[in-house]
């Protein structure tokens, strides 16, 4: 009894570190941070397959764009908005079971073409694999987006 006991108290101290710390994010050089070589990344600018998503695209304004993104992001569950800028928003997303962290950025470059896009990298804080959770939550959003 007293070894389950310890188990379970040293498993708490253990997942409640799950939360990692946060990356290097942001905006430099027109581009978001690369992701790591883990598979548990994906961003819009990455230049390998494993890693690349399809950037959101959009038509109307970049304010207009940004307003429903956040609706989007709003309704998702246990998100936090860390950062909302004019170009930028950063968000935190925490996983129901185990409170892992991922950090979630939109970017709203002006293109030299005139393209209209959002650029996006979602990131685990901690692990190696995410089991494909980054790439669906971008997925969900872009659907949620386009609706």
Do not use: W
Request: some cysteine; glycine content about 8%; overall charge positive.
């Amino acid at each position: 009894m007293i070894k389950q006991i310890i188990g379970g108290i040293v498993s708490i101290i253990f997942l409640t570190g799950c939360s990692g710390t946060m990356a290097d994010l942001g905006i430099h050089n027109g581009k978001l941070a690369k992701c790591p070589e883990t598979p548990n990344c994906v961003n819009s600018q990455a230049g390998d397959e494993e890693h690349y998503i399809q950037p959101i695209r959009y038509t109307g304004t970049q304010q207009e764009a940004r307003a429903l993104l956040l609706q989007v992001i709003e309704s998702e569950k246990r998100t936090e908005i860390l950062l909302s800028q004019e170009n930028y928003i950063r968000v935190a997303f925490t996983s129901a079971v185990f409170r892992f962290v991922d950090d979630v950025e939109f970017y709203f470059p002006k293109e030299p073409t005139g393209e209209s896009v959002i650029h996006v990298r979602s990131a685990s804080r901690v692990g190696h694999s995410d089991l494909g959770a980054n790439r669906k939550r971008i997925d969900r959003i872009r659907k949620q987006f386009y609706k």
